[in-house]
């Protein structure tokens, strides 16, 4: 058996080993060279506790070979995994021993199977959504605060613009007739509405007028002023006082 074991070499190449419940394990192991007459066997652990996962004699029903009636390759399949599963898996070569019994003739270093929740990956998912969610939330708050701000500072601007160019008042402008002293200036009503025409539009060349308004003035009292010498109407202009 010796001899027969020389050039032996048995490969557990898998060191560590992640599952989720319920899905399918695969275990590698390899043999080469030959090897003394003896079973392989697949352990969960080693020592006085351990248990049989897998050999060739026997029923494992969520086990199988890979590679069917192979003497080289012993990797295993284990189906449908459980909690119960996680563990050290060794793969173990047996040889007879001279009282007709089975020794470890050689072993692989062991493969630590663990197991972690399938519902991680959802529960991660999820968590990356929300936080999604509150980005863009965050960003249409900030979004929707810098358009009101935007929108606050042009209302003040449009309310401060009048005050920075100077107070205006109006400045009458009475149209009389026959005062002595003063000059004569006959308006008809065609001719006030004519000036009222030409001051609107001086109003668009010349930033100092801003508005004309054309208003009837009261009756003047018939003892003070003949009839021909009452003011009729006046036109007030606003201008920037100086």
Not at 114 to 121: I, M, N, Q
Not at 156 to 174: E, H, N, V, W
Request: aromatic letters at 8%; charged letters at 20%.
């Amino acid at each position: 058996g010796a001899q027969a074991g020389r050039g032996f070499e048995l490969q557990q190449p898998q060191d560590k080993v992640w599952v989720a419940a319920g899905e399918t394990l695969y275990l590698a192991c390899t043999m080469s060279g030959g090897g003394p007459p003896g079973a392989v066997r697949w352990l969960k652990g080693l020592g006085s506790g351990n248990k049989t996962v897998y050999e060739q004699k026997g029923s494992f029903p969520r086990v199988t070979r890979v590679v069917s009636e192979s003497d080289t390759d012993f990797s295993i399949h284990i189906r449908d995994v459980r909690p119960e599963d996680a563990g050290t898996y060794y793969c173990v070569k047996f040889s007879k021993s001279l009282l007709g019994g089975d020794e470890v003739f050689q072993h692989g270093r062991g493969t630590v199977v663990s197991l972690h929740e399938t519902a991680l990956v959802p529960s991660m998912v999820a968590v990356a959504v929300v936080l999604c969610f509150l980005l863009l939330l965050s960003f249409f708050i900030a979004l929707c605060m810098y358009r009101r701000k935007r929108r606050g500072e042009v209302e003040s601007q449009c309310l401060a613009r009048p005050a920075a160019t100077g107070s205006f008042l109006p400045i009458p402008l009475r149209c009389c007739a026959g005062s002595s002293g003063t000059p004569r200036f006959d308006f008809s009503c065609a001719s006030i509405h004519h000036l009222c025409a030409l001051l609107q539009q001086s109003s668009k060349e010349d930033n100092d007028i801003h508005y004309a308004d054309l208003q009837p003035l009261p009756v003047a009292p018939q003892h003070s002023r003949s009839p021909s010498a009452a003011c009729s109407e006046y036109a007030s202009i606003r201008v920037a006082a100086q």
